[in-house]
T-cell receptor, first 113, second 114 residues
């Protein structure tokens, strides 16, 4: 069963707290992504990971960092969360290249108060 | 600057009617274009991908066209069902390789009423 999972699904944090968003996939996909989705905007790429410990910044990496120690697992970390990081965060994975279909997780709705 | 524009922003149709969603883009180069469906509170699910200069695809009640000269794509939904209620997102890939980027539209919110 091809699946991308995200935990938690909902999270409320106070400004300045640290946030850890987890993503897992069971398809042995090399490439994984973190996006955020805000109302009225298209998804924006935060980070892309090409494989274990091979991560690159996306279009809006400021305020975020990532960790990929196993191929099936990709974490997004917010050190000292800010209110403007309130958003819905999506993880995705694909077989490798840009053309390959991306499989998306269900999203994590993060609210920073 | 937004490189992928979708119209209309939202659309209400009655069950059984057909509808057409539009996607205009300025992404260059434009390697491929993919349409996704996003149910409320869920992730994106791919409906179809278009690759050729002038391309057409069909997937059940969904059909799509791409004209790279015009940088324009359409998604047709035939005989809409209540379950078609969702946001439809147009995504343009600027490369076929992993070095490329995907450019996302903001989506068209489709509501199908009985």
């Amino acid at each position: 069963d091809m699946k991308v999972t995200q935990m938690p699904r909902y999270l409320i944090k106070r400004m300045g707290e640290n946030v850890l968003l987890e993503c897992g996939q069971d398809m042995s996909h090399e490439t994984m992504y973190w996006y955020r989705q805000d109302p009225g905007l298209g998804l924006q790429l935060i980070y892309i990971s090409y494989d274990v410990d091979s991560n690159s910044e996306g279009d809006i990496p400021k305020g975020y960092r990532v960790s990929r120690k196993k191929r099936e697992h990709f974490s997004l970390i917010l050190d000292s969360a800010k209110t403007n990081q309130t958003s819905v965060y999506f993880c995705a994975s694909s077989l490798g290249d840009n053309y390959a279909e991306q499989f998306f997780g269900p999203g994590t709705r993060l609210t920073v108060l | 600057k937004t490189q992928v524009e979708q119209s209309p922003q939202s659309l209400v149709v009655r069950q059984g009617e057909n509808c057409v969603l539009q996607c205009n883009y300025s992404v260059t180069p434009d390697n491929h274009l993919r349409w996704f469906k996003q149910d409320t509170g869920k992730g994106l699910v791919s409906l179809t991908v278009l690759v050729d200069q002038k391309d057409k695809t069909s997937n059940g009640r969904y059909s799509a066209t791409l004209d790279k000269d015009a940088k324009h794509s359409t998604l047709h939904i035939t005989a809409t069902l209540l379950d078609d209620t969702a946001t439809y997102i147009c995504v343009v890939g600027d490369r076929g390789s992993a070095l490329g980027r995907l450019h996302f539209g903001a989506g068209t919110q489709l509501i199908v009423i009985p």
